[in-house]
Protein backbone atom coordinates (compact mmCIF):
# COMPACT_ATOMS: atom_id res chain seq x y z
CA UNK A 1 0.00 0.00 0.00
CA UNK A 2 1.61 3.14 -0.89
CA UNK A 3 2.13 5.64 1.77
CA UNK A 4 2.71 9.36 1.69
CA UNK A 5 5.63 10.90 3.12
CA UNK A 6 3.40 12.25 5.54
CA UNK A 7 1.72 9.02 6.91
CA UNK A 8 5.32 7.21 6.61
CA UNK A 9 6.67 9.49 9.65
CA UNK A 10 3.22 8.96 11.64
CA UNK A 11 3.76 4.87 10.99
CA UNK A 12 7.70 5.51 12.03
CA UNK A 13 5.92 7.19 15.10
CA UNK A 14 7.26 10.70 14.69
CA UNK A 15 3.96 11.65 15.71
CA UNK A 16 3.59 9.64 18.87
CA UNK A 17 2.35 6.04 19.95
CA UNK A 18 -1.28 6.18 19.36
CA UNK A 19 -0.62 7.24 15.63
CA UNK A 20 1.76 4.47 15.11
CA UNK A 21 -0.23 1.98 16.58
CA UNK A 22 -3.05 2.99 14.62
CA UNK A 23 -1.44 3.13 11.22
CA UNK A 24 0.13 -0.14 11.64
CA UNK A 25 -3.54 -1.06 12.28
CA UNK A 26 -4.68 0.58 9.11
CA UNK A 27 -1.73 -0.67 6.97
CA UNK A 28 -2.11 -3.97 8.13
CA UNK A 29 -5.77 -4.40 6.81
CA UNK A 30 -5.03 -2.63 4.31
CA UNK A 31 -2.42 -4.81 2.97
CA UNK A 32 -5.01 -8.10 3.55
CA UNK A 33 -7.81 -6.47 1.75
CA UNK A 34 -5.77 -4.96 -1.31
CA UNK A 35 -5.93 -1.38 -0.34
CA UNK A 36 -3.54 0.40 -2.75
CA UNK A 37 -3.63 3.78 -0.65
CA UNK A 38 -5.62 5.36 2.32
CA UNK A 39 -8.11 7.84 1.68
CA UNK A 40 -9.72 10.47 3.90
CA UNK A 41 -12.82 9.84 6.34
CA UNK A 42 -15.44 12.16 6.59
CA UNK A 43 -16.49 10.31 9.96
CA UNK A 44 -16.19 7.54 12.46
CA UNK A 45 -18.18 5.99 15.01
CA UNK A 46 -17.08 3.73 17.19
CA UNK A 47 -18.25 0.45 19.07
CA UNK A 48 -16.54 -1.25 22.02
CA UNK A 49 -18.22 1.18 24.38
CA UNK A 50 -20.31 -0.97 26.25
CA UNK A 51 -18.42 -2.41 29.78
CA UNK A 52 -20.70 -5.31 29.74
CA UNK A 53 -19.63 -6.10 26.13
CA UNK A 54 -16.05 -4.99 25.99
CA UNK A 55 -15.17 -5.85 29.55
CA UNK A 56 -11.97 -5.04 30.79
CA UNK A 57 -9.57 -6.21 28.70
CA UNK A 58 -9.41 -3.02 26.05
CA UNK A 59 -9.36 -0.49 28.83
CA UNK A 60 -5.79 -0.77 29.15
CA UNK A 61 -5.22 -0.19 25.50
CA UNK A 62 -7.65 2.79 25.55
CA UNK A 63 -5.91 4.04 28.28
CA UNK A 64 -2.49 3.92 26.66
CA UNK A 65 -3.96 5.85 23.39
CA UNK A 66 -5.86 8.18 25.77
CA UNK A 67 -2.73 9.02 27.25
CA UNK A 68 0.10 9.12 24.53
CA UNK A 69 -1.72 12.16 23.01
CA UNK A 70 -4.52 10.32 20.82
CA UNK A 71 -6.78 12.50 19.42
CA UNK A 72 -9.31 12.21 16.67
CA UNK A 73 -9.13 13.96 13.62
CA UNK A 74 -12.82 13.57 11.51
CA UNK A 75 -16.24 14.46 14.14
CA UNK A 76 -16.29 10.52 15.67
CA UNK A 77 -19.21 9.65 17.66
CA UNK A 78 -19.90 6.43 20.14
CA UNK A 79 -21.96 3.45 19.94
CA UNK A 80 -24.37 2.96 23.11
CA UNK A 81 -22.79 1.96 26.57
CA UNK A 82 -24.25 -0.48 28.85
CA UNK A 83 -26.11 1.83 31.08
CA UNK A 84 -28.57 4.94 31.05
CA UNK A 85 -27.21 6.63 34.46
CA UNK A 86 -31.30 8.00 34.78
CA UNK A 87 -31.74 3.93 35.35
CA UNK A 88 -28.78 2.82 36.80
CA UNK A 89 -29.77 2.49 40.35
CA UNK A 90 -29.65 -1.81 40.29
CA UNK A 91 -26.04 -1.88 38.87
CA UNK A 92 -22.53 -2.07 41.42
CA UNK A 93 -20.66 0.94 41.32
CA UNK A 94 -18.05 -1.23 40.02
CA UNK A 95 -20.10 -1.31 36.90
CA UNK A 96 -21.06 2.41 36.77
CA UNK A 97 -17.57 3.59 37.56
CA UNK A 98 -16.05 1.45 34.61
CA UNK A 99 -18.20 2.61 32.36
CA UNK A 100 -18.23 6.07 33.10
CA UNK A 101 -14.04 5.71 32.70
CA UNK A 102 -14.34 4.34 29.10
CA UNK A 103 -16.35 6.69 28.20
CA UNK A 104 -14.31 9.28 29.54
CA UNK A 105 -10.92 8.24 27.51
CA UNK A 106 -13.19 8.21 24.37
CA UNK A 107 -13.83 11.31 25.45
CA UNK A 108 -10.08 12.47 25.84
CA UNK A 109 -9.41 11.63 22.35
CA UNK A 110 -12.40 13.95 21.22
CA UNK A 111 -14.74 11.41 20.42
CA UNK A 112 -18.79 12.88 20.92
CA UNK A 113 -20.15 10.79 23.76
CA UNK A 114 -23.68 10.16 21.52
CA UNK A 115 -23.77 6.72 22.24
CA UNK A 116 -25.94 5.76 20.03
CA UNK A 117 -26.26 3.41 17.44
CA UNK A 118 -27.95 5.75 14.81
CA UNK A 119 -25.33 8.70 14.32
CA UNK A 120 -27.08 9.39 11.25
CA UNK A 121 -30.13 10.94 12.87
CA UNK A 122 -27.74 13.68 14.41
CA UNK A 123 -25.67 14.12 11.57
CA UNK A 124 -26.75 12.38 7.96
CA UNK A 125 -23.75 11.64 6.21
CA UNK A 126 -23.64 12.70 2.81
CA UNK A 127 -23.98 10.49 0.13
CA UNK A 128 -20.98 9.37 -1.57
CA UNK A 129 -19.00 10.31 1.13
CA UNK A 130 -16.19 8.25 2.79
CA UNK A 131 -16.91 6.23 6.57
CA UNK A 132 -15.17 4.52 9.61
CA UNK A 133 -18.05 2.99 11.36
CA UNK A 134 -18.27 0.05 12.92
CA UNK A 135 -21.74 -0.97 14.27
CA UNK A 136 -22.99 -3.12 11.72
CA UNK A 137 -26.46 -1.87 11.74
CA UNK A 138 -25.60 1.52 11.10
CA UNK A 139 -22.82 0.54 8.18
CA UNK A 140 -25.25 -1.13 6.06
CA UNK A 141 -27.95 1.70 6.39
CA UNK A 142 -25.21 4.07 5.41
CA UNK A 143 -24.68 1.93 2.17
CA UNK A 144 -27.97 1.14 1.47
CA UNK A 145 -30.08 3.78 2.29
CA UNK A 146 -28.02 6.85 2.85
CA UNK A 147 -25.33 6.09 -0.23
CA UNK A 148 -22.38 6.54 1.76
CA UNK A 149 -19.47 4.45 1.73
CA UNK A 150 -18.05 2.61 5.13
CA UNK A 151 -16.70 -0.50 5.31
CA UNK A 152 -18.00 -2.52 8.25
CA UNK A 153 -15.06 -1.23 11.04
CA UNK A 154 -14.42 -3.46 14.41
CA UNK A 155 -13.60 -1.39 17.21
CA UNK A 156 -9.87 -1.11 16.90
CA UNK A 157 -10.02 -0.21 12.85
CA UNK A 158 -12.71 2.52 13.38
CA UNK A 159 -10.81 4.35 16.34
CA UNK A 160 -7.39 4.07 14.36
CA UNK A 161 -9.02 5.50 11.38
CA UNK A 162 -10.58 8.01 13.58
CA UNK A 163 -7.33 8.81 15.02
CA UNK A 164 -6.03 8.92 11.78
CA UNK A 165 -8.65 10.48 9.76
CA UNK A 166 -7.85 7.65 7.07
CA UNK A 167 -9.08 4.44 5.85
CA UNK A 168 -7.66 2.05 3.70
CA UNK A 169 -9.58 1.95 0.32
CA UNK A 170 -10.80 -1.48 0.10
CA UNK A 171 -14.30 -2.98 -0.08
CA UNK A 172 -17.27 -1.18 0.33
CA UNK A 173 -14.88 2.15 -0.66
CA UNK A 174 -14.86 0.44 -4.08
CA UNK A 175 -17.57 1.20 -6.74
CA UNK A 176 -16.89 -1.74 -8.01
CA UNK A 177 -17.88 -3.65 -4.75
CA UNK A 178 -20.97 -2.40 -3.92
CA UNK A 179 -22.66 -3.64 -7.49
CA UNK A 180 -25.69 -5.97 -6.65
CA UNK A 181 -24.51 -10.17 -7.56
CA UNK A 182 -27.71 -12.20 -6.16
CA UNK A 183 -31.53 -11.03 -7.46
CA UNK A 184 -33.63 -11.60 -4.43
CA UNK A 185 -37.38 -11.81 -5.52
CA UNK A 186 -39.87 -11.40 -2.37
CA UNK A 187 -43.15 -13.01 -3.33
CA UNK A 188 -44.92 -11.99 -0.13
CA UNK A 189 -46.45 -8.70 1.04
CA UNK A 190 -44.59 -7.96 4.10
CA UNK A 191 -47.34 -6.53 6.72
CA UNK A 192 -44.76 -4.53 9.38
CA UNK A 193 -41.15 -3.47 10.18
CA UNK A 194 -41.12 -7.55 12.87
CA UNK A 195 -41.38 -9.00 8.94
CA UNK A 196 -38.92 -6.64 7.24
CA UNK A 197 -36.56 -7.86 9.83
CA UNK A 198 -37.30 -11.40 9.89
CA UNK A 199 -36.72 -11.37 5.88
CA UNK A 200 -33.50 -9.57 6.82
CA UNK A 201 -32.41 -12.02 9.23
CA UNK A 202 -33.56 -15.21 6.70
CA UNK A 203 -31.70 -13.22 4.06
CA UNK A 204 -28.82 -12.48 6.69
CA UNK A 205 -28.85 -16.26 6.85
CA UNK A 206 -28.81 -17.40 3.31
CA UNK A 207 -26.30 -14.68 1.48
CA UNK A 208 -23.41 -14.51 4.41
CA UNK A 209 -21.77 -11.21 2.42
CA UNK A 210 -23.27 -11.15 -0.90
CA UNK A 211 -25.02 -8.17 -1.94
CA UNK A 212 -28.22 -8.31 -2.75
CA UNK A 213 -30.82 -6.68 -5.01
CA UNK A 214 -34.50 -6.97 -3.03
CA UNK A 215 -37.48 -6.71 -5.81
CA UNK A 216 -40.86 -7.31 -4.46
CA UNK A 217 -41.05 -4.29 -1.42
CA UNK A 218 -43.88 -2.26 -1.67
CA UNK A 219 -42.98 1.32 -0.59
CA UNK A 220 -40.52 -0.04 2.15
CA UNK A 221 -39.88 3.33 4.79
CA UNK A 222 -36.31 4.10 5.97
CA UNK A 223 -37.29 2.47 9.12
CA UNK A 224 -38.78 -0.75 7.55
CA UNK A 225 -35.02 -0.95 5.75
CA UNK A 226 -33.86 -0.21 8.94
CA UNK A 227 -34.67 -3.03 10.36
CA UNK A 228 -34.38 -5.37 7.48
CA UNK A 229 -30.65 -4.22 6.97
CA UNK A 230 -29.73 -4.22 11.09
CA UNK A 231 -31.11 -7.77 11.23
CA UNK A 232 -29.12 -8.94 7.78
CA UNK A 233 -26.46 -7.93 9.22
CA UNK A 234 -26.96 -9.97 12.61
CA UNK A 235 -27.49 -13.16 10.88
CA UNK A 236 -24.74 -12.20 7.71
CA UNK A 237 -22.17 -9.92 7.13
CA UNK A 238 -23.74 -8.52 4.46
CA UNK A 239 -22.78 -4.90 4.33
CA UNK A 240 -24.92 -3.51 1.71
CA UNK A 241 -28.58 -4.05 -0.34
CA UNK A 242 -30.10 -2.53 -2.90
CA UNK A 243 -33.92 -2.17 -3.71
CA UNK A 244 -33.96 -0.60 -6.88
CA UNK A 245 -35.00 -1.97 -10.31
CA UNK A 246 -32.77 -4.09 -11.60
CA UNK A 247 -30.37 -3.54 -14.05
CA UNK A 248 -28.77 -6.45 -15.22
CA UNK A 249 -29.62 -9.47 -16.90
CA UNK A 250 -27.43 -11.74 -15.39
CA UNK A 251 -26.84 -12.47 -12.05
CA UNK A 252 -24.72 -14.95 -9.55
CA UNK A 253 -28.01 -16.57 -8.13
CA UNK A 254 -31.47 -16.11 -7.90
CA UNK A 255 -33.23 -16.65 -4.64
CA UNK A 256 -37.40 -16.59 -4.03
CA UNK A 257 -38.73 -15.44 -0.89
CA UNK A 258 -42.13 -16.58 0.22
CA UNK A 259 -44.80 -16.14 3.49
CA UNK A 260 -43.54 -19.75 4.45
CA UNK A 261 -39.92 -18.30 4.98
CA UNK A 262 -41.01 -15.14 6.51
CA UNK A 263 -42.97 -16.92 8.83
CA UNK A 264 -40.38 -20.01 10.12
CA UNK A 265 -37.64 -17.06 10.41
CA UNK A 266 -40.04 -14.86 12.94
CA UNK A 267 -41.01 -18.51 14.38
CA UNK A 268 -37.21 -19.26 14.63
CA UNK A 269 -36.24 -16.30 16.80
CA UNK A 270 -39.11 -16.35 18.64
CA UNK A 271 -37.98 -18.36 21.81
CA UNK A 272 -40.76 -17.66 24.31
CA UNK A 273 -44.83 -17.41 24.13
CA UNK A 274 -45.52 -16.73 27.74
CA UNK A 275 -45.97 -13.11 29.14
CA UNK A 276 -42.65 -11.02 28.97
CA UNK A 277 -41.10 -9.27 31.81
CA UNK A 278 -39.88 -6.47 29.40
CA UNK A 279 -41.19 -5.28 25.66
CA UNK A 280 -38.48 -3.73 23.99
CA UNK A 281 -38.19 -0.73 20.92
CA UNK A 282 -35.73 0.51 19.72
CA UNK A 283 -33.03 -1.46 17.82
CA UNK A 284 -31.58 0.25 16.73
CA UNK A 285 -32.36 3.72 18.65
CA UNK A 286 -35.00 4.66 17.41
CA UNK A 287 -36.39 7.72 14.76
CA UNK A 288 -38.27 10.53 16.23
CA UNK A 289 -41.40 9.19 13.20
CA UNK A 290 -40.76 6.00 14.94
CA UNK A 291 -40.67 7.95 18.29
CA UNK A 292 -43.83 9.58 17.84
CA UNK A 293 -45.96 6.24 16.60
CA UNK A 294 -44.89 4.84 19.71
CA UNK A 295 -46.46 8.50 21.87
CA UNK A 296 -49.80 8.78 19.78
CA UNK A 297 -50.42 4.60 20.48
CA UNK A 298 -49.78 5.06 24.19
CA UNK A 299 -52.32 8.35 24.70
CA UNK A 300 -54.97 7.31 27.12
CA UNK A 301 -53.28 4.30 27.83
CA UNK A 302 -51.44 2.19 30.77
CA UNK A 303 -48.54 0.11 30.85
CA UNK A 304 -49.27 -2.86 33.10
CA UNK A 305 -47.93 -3.31 36.38
CA UNK A 306 -44.93 -5.79 36.74
CA UNK A 307 -43.91 -5.32 32.96
CA UNK A 308 -41.40 -2.83 31.89
CA UNK A 309 -41.24 -1.06 28.66
CA UNK A 310 -38.65 0.35 27.10
CA UNK A 311 -38.18 2.83 24.02
CA UNK A 312 -34.37 3.24 23.46
CA UNK A 313 -33.46 6.63 21.25
CA UNK A 314 -30.54 8.45 21.41
CA UNK A 315 -30.07 11.23 23.96
CA UNK A 316 -29.71 13.90 21.65
CA UNK A 317 -33.28 12.81 20.39
CA UNK A 318 -35.05 12.34 23.45
CA UNK A 319 -33.79 15.90 24.08
CA UNK A 320 -35.83 17.16 21.31
CA UNK A 321 -38.93 15.21 21.10
CA UNK A 322 -39.75 16.52 24.73
CA UNK A 323 -43.63 16.35 23.76
CA UNK A 324 -43.63 12.63 22.86
CA UNK A 325 -41.27 11.72 25.80
CA UNK A 326 -43.92 12.79 28.36
CA UNK A 327 -46.34 11.20 26.68
CA UNK A 328 -44.96 8.03 26.81
CA UNK A 329 -43.61 8.28 30.69
CA UNK A 330 -47.15 9.68 31.30
CA UNK A 331 -48.09 5.90 30.18
CA UNK A 332 -45.82 4.06 32.04
CA UNK A 333 -43.14 3.53 29.75
CA UNK A 334 -39.14 4.66 29.23
CA UNK A 335 -37.61 6.72 26.84
CA UNK A 336 -34.12 4.68 27.39
CA UNK A 337 -31.12 6.57 26.38
CA UNK A 338 -27.22 5.51 26.05
CA UNK A 339 -27.92 1.68 25.73
CA UNK A 340 -30.10 -0.52 24.81
CA UNK A 341 -31.26 -4.22 26.01
CA UNK A 342 -28.43 -6.13 24.18
CA UNK A 343 -25.80 -3.69 25.56
CA UNK A 344 -27.19 -3.71 29.04
CA UNK A 345 -27.12 -6.10 32.01
CA UNK A 346 -30.71 -7.30 31.67
CA UNK A 347 -30.35 -10.46 34.32
CA UNK A 348 -29.51 -7.30 36.69
CA UNK A 349 -32.87 -5.40 36.36
CA UNK A 350 -34.72 -8.61 36.95
CA UNK A 351 -35.40 -9.29 33.23
CA UNK A 352 -35.69 -13.03 32.31
CA UNK A 353 -37.94 -12.42 28.96
CA UNK A 354 -38.31 -9.66 26.44
CA UNK A 355 -40.86 -9.26 23.07
CA UNK A 356 -39.80 -6.82 20.48
CA UNK A 357 -40.41 -5.65 17.40
CA UNK A 358 -36.48 -6.07 16.68
CA UNK A 359 -35.48 -9.21 14.77
CA UNK A 360 -31.93 -8.18 15.69
CA UNK A 361 -33.01 -7.80 19.35
CA UNK A 362 -34.89 -11.17 19.13
CA UNK A 363 -31.91 -13.25 17.46
CA UNK A 364 -29.38 -11.94 19.81
CA UNK A 365 -31.48 -11.68 23.73
CA UNK A 366 -30.72 -15.53 24.20
CA UNK A 367 -27.70 -15.65 23.71
CA UNK A 368 -26.03 -11.95 24.94
CA UNK A 369 -28.26 -10.94 26.82
CA UNK A 370 -29.49 -14.60 28.45
CA UNK A 371 -32.79 -13.68 28.31
CA UNK A 372 -35.72 -15.43 26.35
CA UNK A 373 -37.19 -13.36 23.78
CA UNK A 374 -40.47 -12.73 21.16
CA UNK A 375 -40.52 -10.94 17.83
CA UNK A 376 -44.05 -9.20 17.37
CA UNK A 377 -44.97 -5.97 15.17
CA UNK A 378 -45.12 -2.67 17.54
CA UNK A 379 -48.72 -2.93 17.63
CA UNK A 380 -48.83 -6.34 19.22
CA UNK A 381 -46.07 -5.15 21.54
CA UNK A 382 -48.05 -2.26 22.87
CA UNK A 383 -51.04 -4.52 23.07
CA UNK A 384 -49.22 -6.93 25.37
CA UNK A 385 -47.58 -4.12 27.17
CA UNK A 386 -50.65 -1.75 28.06
CA UNK A 387 -53.76 -2.34 29.43
FE1 LIG B 1 -28.34 -0.54 18.66
FE2 LIG B 1 -28.37 -2.16 20.69
FE3 LIG B 1 -29.67 -2.77 18.55
S1 LIG B 1 -26.63 -1.05 19.98
S2 LIG B 1 -28.54 -1.87 16.88
S3 LIG B 1 -30.12 -1.04 19.89
S4 LIG B 1 -28.44 -4.18 19.73
Keep these: MHLTTEEEKMYDGEYGWACQVSMQILTRLGDLFGAT ?3 PIKSAHLSGVSYKTISDAPIGFLEELANTAGHVKVGTTLN ?16 KEKQRHIIKLYRKMGAEPTLTCTPYYIEQPRQGSHLAWAESSAVIYANSVLGAYTNREGSPSALAAALIGKTPNYGMHR ?41 GLSKPSNDDLKQLGAAMATAGMTTIFDTGKPTRRKWEEKVSVGRRDIENTRESVSTISEQPDMVFLGCPHCSLEELKKVADSLKERKVK ?8 VARWLKERAKGYVEII ?11 CAIVTWLRDLGIDSVMTNSAKTAYYAPTMSK ?3 SLAPLREC ?4 CL
Design 329 to 339: EAAGGHVVCDT
Design 305 to 312: RGLQLWIC
Design 80 to 95: PSSLDPDYSAKFSTTQ
Design 37 to 39: KLI
Design 175 to 215: SENRQSTILVDVETELKDEAEFGALGIHLGRLLNDKNPLIK
Design 382 to 385: LKTA
Design 371 to 373: VGS
